[in-house]
């Protein structure tokens, strides 16, 4: 694991999920360059799976977890990592910020995103003909979900 994707020692991990899902991209043009146009991620979306292949959640835009039970966690980015191989998508480390509910999600401290396979924005097909479509590429990836100790 990367040093800076480690869990704070205060954290203990008190679950892994496995996702499957699309990581979803818009056309857009560049801010930094007019006239330019890019993949600009959009939201992720895709379902949790415990151990065992059991459906328990969903993951989506804000970035938000979701259990079967009712509660969320929504969080923020504080490092990542790029993935081993150049098609993944980079590993991440994240703190929470909001929460609802008092089920599975409603005392996440953070979560770490890794083993990633694939979910990088397409190569082609953004350009100034098409602003505003969009890419569903499918990924994969494990979560590990953290509580404070």
């Given at each position: 694991?990367?040093?800076n994707l480690?869990?704070?020692?205060?954290?203990?991990?008190?679950?892994?999920?496995?996702?499957?899902?699309?990581?979803?991209?818009?056309?857009t043009?560049?801010p930094?360059?007019?006239?330019?146009?890019?993949?600009?991620?959009?939201?992720?979306?895709?379902?949790?799976?415990?151990?065992?292949?059991?459906?328990?959640?969903?993951?989506?835009?804000?970035?938000?977890?979701?259990?079967?039970?009712?509660?969320?966690?929504?969080?923020?980015?504080?490092?990542?990592h790029?993935?081993?191989?150049?098609?993944?998508?980079?590993?991440?480390l994240l703190e929470?910020?909001?929460?609802?509910?008092?089920?599975?999600?409603?005392?996440?401290?953070?979560?770490?995103?890794?083993?990633?396979?694939a979910?990088?924005?397409?190569?082609?097909?953004c350009?100034?003909?098409?602003?505003?479509?969009?890419?569903?590429?499918?990924?994969?990836?494990?979560?590990?979900?953290?509580s404070?100790?």
């Amino acid at each position: 694991m990367p040093a800076n994707l480690q869990s704070s020692a205060t954290h203990g991990q008190a679950l892994e999920l496995h996702a499957r899902g699309v990581q979803i991209y818009v056309c857009t043009e560049s801010p930094a360059t007019p006239g330019k146009f890019e993949w600009t991620f959009s939201a992720p979306e895709a379902a949790l799976f415990d151990a065992s292949g059991t459906l328990v959640g969903k993951h989506f835009s804000g970035p938000t977890w979701q259990s079967l039970d009712g509660s969320t966690v929504v969080a923020a980015v504080t490092a990542r990592h790029d993935a081993p191989a150049a098609s993944d998508i980079p590993w991440l480390l994240l703190e929470a910020r909001k929460h609802s509910g008092g089920g599975v999600f409603g005392s996440v401290s953070a979560i770490q995103r890794v083993a990633t396979q694939a979910g990088k924005a397409p190569a082609e097909g953004c350009d100034r003909e098409h602003p505003g479509s969009m890419a569903r590429v499918p990924y994969q990836a494990i979560y590990r979900i953290y509580s404070t100790m």
